[in-house]
């Protein structure tokens, strides 16, 4: 499909549309136990040894054979006549995280958000180009906006639970939100493999019906991470997941990251250097000369980009010699 500029405000509003769970979820063998009267004194026990086994069979698990890559050929973004993104190419390869890097300013978190058609959603916001996601246009005429937010999930800088929903219902929001239907016991299996893959199971187990709200900061954002993942999308993606968390709820986000890096394709803006090398196999390093468009400097292997870059600029920001 060849590039053009998108800005069709009457996409974004589509009716609820019902699409069958993407795999069939099995009862779960811990749902039972949540309606367990409280003096039983072997449920934390059990709740113990089913989640630890849980979580090491998600970890233990192969790679799937299908992981999804993402691509964008051209990506050009304005506000109004202000140019922001000139004709950015980048590969995100399949089960691998990629991090985009580079000063604020730069178009980073614009670049995001295209992947999964939230630039659009800004009156002012053009953008011209193709985001394929293995192999097909995510922009293209036929192409559902329900469909490619299923597919590209997103969590944001400032983690957005629904403050007034139980922790439950966050977790199954986005069922509603991209018109899928599930049954309570599917639900349950899902909340709870949900919450185990993203890490916050142990700690919310025994208070599934309180608000999203009450949770702690890193807590909150693993909640999102954990809602994201109950569509089952194939790209998930991270606009500065762990800015305003201390560093326990980061190296939290972080083995999660690593973890979900097995079933799905990540993609990770971050500021932190030392994040980038933690967590990605591949960098984008992109920039904005004063009064220009942002672009790609370099992108390739992450431990390459830190260790031995191509272009200087690149050398000079991942050593911390400005921005």
């Known amino acids: 499909m060849s590039a053009t500029t998108r800005n069709d405000p009457a996409t974004l509003l589509l009716p609820e549309q019902s699409f069958p769970p993407p795999a069939p979820i099995e009862p779960s063998p ?3 136990l949540l309606d367990t009267p409280a003096h039983d004194e072997n449920l934390d026990a059990r709740l113990d040894a089913e989640a630890e086994r849980m979580r090491a069979d998600a970890v233990a698990a192969p790679a799937p054979s299908e992981l999804t890559m993402l691509e ?23 089960g691998k995280i990629t991090a985009l890097i580079g000063p604020s300013g730069c178009g980073k978190s614009t670049f995001l958000r295209i992947l999964n058609r939230m630039h659009e959603m800004i009156p002012s916001a053009s953008l011209a180009g193709e985001v394929l996601l293995d192999g097909e246009d995510i922009y293209a005429a036929k192409r559902r906006l329900t469909d490619a937010r299923r597919d590209i999930g997103m969590v ?5 639970p629904f403050p007034a929903m139980s922790i439950y219902d966050n977790v199954v929001a986005g069922l509603k939100l991209t018109g899928i239907r599930a049954g309570r016991d599917s639900k349950d299996a899902l909340v709870e493999e949900c919450l185990i893959k993203a890490g916050l199971w142990k700690e919310v187990r025994d ?4 608000p999203g709200g009450g949770l702690s900061g890193g807590q909150q954002q693993r909640l999102c991470i954990a809602r994201s993942l ?3 999308p194939r790209v998930l993606l991270m606009d ?15 083995e999660t990251m690593l973890e979900l890096a097995h079933e799905v394709t990540i993609v990770i803006v971050t500021h932190n250097m030392q994040q980038a090398q933690r967590v990605s196999d591949n960098c984008a390093f992109f920039l904005a000369a004063q009064g ?5 400097v370099e992108h390739g292997n992450t431990e390459v980009m830190f260790g031995s870059p191509t272009d200087s600029r690149t050398f000079d920001y991942v050593n911390g010699r400005f921005g």
């Open 30 to 32: 811990i749902a039972p």
């Open 72 to 94: 964008a050929r051209s990506i050009s973004a304005w506000f109004g006549d202000h140019k922001v993104l000139d004709r950015v190419s980048l590969t995100m390869e399949a």
């Open 156 to 160: 944001f800088q400032k983690p957005n």
């Open 207 to 210: 208070r599934l019906r309180q």
């Open 230 to 232: 109950a569509v089952r």
């Open 240 to 254: 500065e997941p762990c800015s305003a968390l201390d560093p326990t709820s980061t190296r939290v986000i972080e």
């Open 292 to 296: 220009t468009p942002g672009g790609i």
